[in-house]
């Protein structure tokens, strides 16, 4: 028997997330059906690792065809300087309408408070994906004196602790492996689903990629992509 405890802790997340998270993932959910069943975009950004939570949301297999990665052209090198994220907002197309996915472990770095901040002023509704208990502890380093969860319109809890590293390895002084890519995995997927399924009850076919190694799945995606192109490609 494996004595390996990745996935004990794995498992005891997941159980975790759907124990307190039902709520916001259902809140999420209805605003992301309502984004795509009103012809708007699904956007969504996070800084370093926080990156693969976007990818999560936009352009994948199984996920909305109307959804797009906002990529910060210095890829988050810059996070710790205020301003940075402002300057790189006047240039993003964010509308009215729109959702946007902003994802920070932290939530306390001034470039993803630059981006939700700058997000939520052209109208876009933002759900924030971050380990909020972890996030209350942290004092903001944005000058508007908040961490991400208090700027959002939803917060899904990653239930991560302090850190990330969530195992406690013997002869190791400290904790290791950081959960909070699998954890964030989990919750945008379920509003994904759950988005998906609310828009099949309505009679509406959501508009969801093939995987492109499937036989015709690059052209029935470019089929689809066509209702949205004049945005899928704008910063």
């Not at 059906?33 to 352009?59: F, N, P, R, T």
């Not at 903001?140 to 961490?147: A, E, I, R, W």
Request: with cysteine; proline share 3%.
């Amino acid at each position: 028997m494996s004595n390996n405890k990745v996935f004990n802790v794995v498992r005891s997340l997941v159980d975790d997330i759907e124990a307190t998270q039902m709520d916001n993932i259902e809140a999420a959910a209805k605003a992301v059906a309502q984004c795509v069943k009103d012809g708007h975009i699904i956007q969504a950004w996070g800084s370093g690792h926080s990156a693969a939570g976007a990818m999560e949301v936009a352009h994948r297999a199984g996920g909305f065809i109307p959804s797009k990665r906002l990529m910060e052209p210095s890829n988050g090198q810059y996070e710790g300087v205020e301003g940075v994220g402002t300057v790189f907002m006047k240039k993003v197309d964010v509308r009215p309408g729109d959702v946007v996915f902003i994802i920070s472990n932290s939530g306390r770095n001034p470039l993803c408070l630059d981006i939700a901040l700058g997000c939520k002023a052209k109208g876009g509704l933002i759900i924030g994906v971050t380990a909020l208990e972890a996030s209350k502890d942290l004092k903001p380093k944005h000058s508007c004196g908040k961490n991400l969860y208090e700027v959002c319109d939803i917060v899904l809890d990653n239930r991560v602790p302090e850190g990330d590293c969530c195992i406690d390895l013997d002869g190791f002084n400290g904790k290791v492996c950081g959960m909070s890519m699998i954890t964030t995995s989990v919750l945008i997927q379920a509003v994904m689903y759950r988005s998906m399924e609310l828009l099949v009850a309505e009679g509406i076919v959501p508009p969801v990629y093939m995987s492109q190694n499937i036989d015709g799945g690059r052209e029935f995606n470019e089929n689809l992509e066509k209702q949205y192109i004049d945005r899928l490609y704008r910063i």
